[in-house]
Structure formats: C-alpha cells, structure tokens
C-alpha cells in the first residue's frame, strides 16, 4: 500500500534552519500539506498545496517540492516550534487520503 | 468564527459500536467536506474517511470499509462517525476535521478531538 515517509526526529538549535522532508511515489501528482500538533492539542495547517501558506502561519514556515519529495523549512526556529510534524497527501487517484509517520522537532 | 465542536469521551466494550458527533459553525456547512482522523496515545495521525454533506458521499480507508458509517444532519449542521466491532486498538482520540471539497486536504480547520476507550 502507498505510503508517506518522514523522518522520526529532526534536531536543531534556535535560530538554525530546519528542514522536514516527506517521500512518496504520488507526490508529483498530488499536493501535500503539513499539519503542526503540540501535546494534547489537534492538528494546525502549516502548509497547503506544498508552497501555499494559510493565513496566520508565521512567514518563517515554506515548503517546497521536488519529484517524490516535498519539504517543510522553518527559517530561524524558535522554542515554540518544537512540535510534531505530520505531512499529508492522496493516492494517485486522489481518493484516499494519508499521513506520514510524522516527524518529531527537537529545539535544543 | 469557523468551529468544530465534537461529544463528549466514550468508553466502549469490544464488540460495541461509537457514534461520535461533529457540530460545525461559522461557515455554511454544506459547502466543506468532513473529514475523520484518528491518533492511538503515542501515535501518529491516521486518515479513516470524508463525507460530502451535501452529496452524502462518502469513502473510507481500506481497514476502516465495512465498520465505518458516517452520517449527517443537515439541519443542525451536524456529521457523526459510527465505528463498528470495537477492538481494542480502536482506543484513540477521533478527530473531525473541515476541508475544501474536491480537494485532497484533511482539515483547514479541526475539532476538539473525543477520545474513546475500548476495554471490557
């Protein structure tokens, strides 16, 4: 079955970049979208139709893609950004969708 | 402003069926689909299926076909979830969550969460 690949942890020091990847084989057909969840809180949208970012999403949060892998960038990290990140796409159809594993960042 | 309000926790035995609610407001409902997600403690998000509430179509995940039944009342801008044959790795907290029909987004805007147990 299709999957979304993420790394599990991903660690930076404040101020650093970070840089999040997802692969999977429908990417370059589909859009891919990054959700930002803290403990005990639902999911925020971070990131929509790969680059696009939704109202309110600081300007340090871009994404980008290319082929069958698509990247969430956090441009001078704060504290407040540690977080679990989870991207999300379709299947080749565009019918199901899925997440990836999610990836934990770490501020040091 | 655009909410998602979901009913309260549930504890089920193995074998029972939960019927979670998801009231929107804020926005017209007809006009997003909804979408479920699901999170065992510890886990990642999983996708279980969207319902259109205007069409009334519907589609599940592979695992989730057979056991999964979502609904909605129109009239009180209300989906619900109901998942059949409960195991016990149906504990999780269940996500509703608004996206843009036609679109492969889960959620622009999610609920609460309403965690269920499954235990005898």
């Known amino acids: 079955s299709y999957e979304l690949t993420q790394p599990p942890s991903v660690s930076v020091s404040p101020g650093q970049t970070a840089r999040i990847t997802c692969s999977g084989d429908a990417l370059p057909k589909q859009f891919a979208y990054w959700y930002q969840q803290k403990p005990g809180q639902a999911p925020v949208l971070m990131m929509s139709?790969?680059?696009e970012r939704p109202s309110g999403i600081p300007e340090r949060f871009s994404g980008s893609s290319s082929g069958t892998t698509v990247t969430l960038t956090i441009s001078g990290v704060q504290a407040e950004d540690e977080a679990d990140y989870y991207c999300?796409?379709?299947?080749?159809?565009?019918?199901?969708?899925?997440f990836g594993g999610g990836t934990k960042l770490t501020v040091l | 402003q655009v909410q998602l309000v979901q009913s309260g926790a549930e504890v089920k035995k193995p074998g029972a069926s939960v019927k979670v609610s998801c009231k929107a407001s804020?926005?017209?409902?007809?006009?997003?689909?909804i979408n479920w997600v699901r999170q065992a403690t510890g886990q990642g998000l999983e996708w279980m299926g969207w319902m259109n509430p205007k069409s009334n179509n519907t589609a599940s995940a592979q695992k989730f076909q057979g056991r999964l039944t979502m609904t909605r009342n129109t009239s009180i801008s209300t989906v619900y979830m109901e998942l059949s044959s409960l195991r016990s790795e149906d504990t999780a907290v269940y996500y509703c969550?608004?996206?843009?029909?036609?679109?492969?987004?889960?959620?622009?805007?999610w609920g609460q969460g309403t965690l269920v147990t499954v235990s005898s």
């Open positions: 969550a608004r996206a843009p029909s036609m679109t492969t987004l889960t959620g622009d805007y």
């Open positions: 139709k790969d680059t």
């Open positions: 999300q796409s379709a299947d080749s159809i565009g019918t199901y969708k899925l």
């Open positions: 804020g926005y017209t409902f007809i006009t997003y689909d």
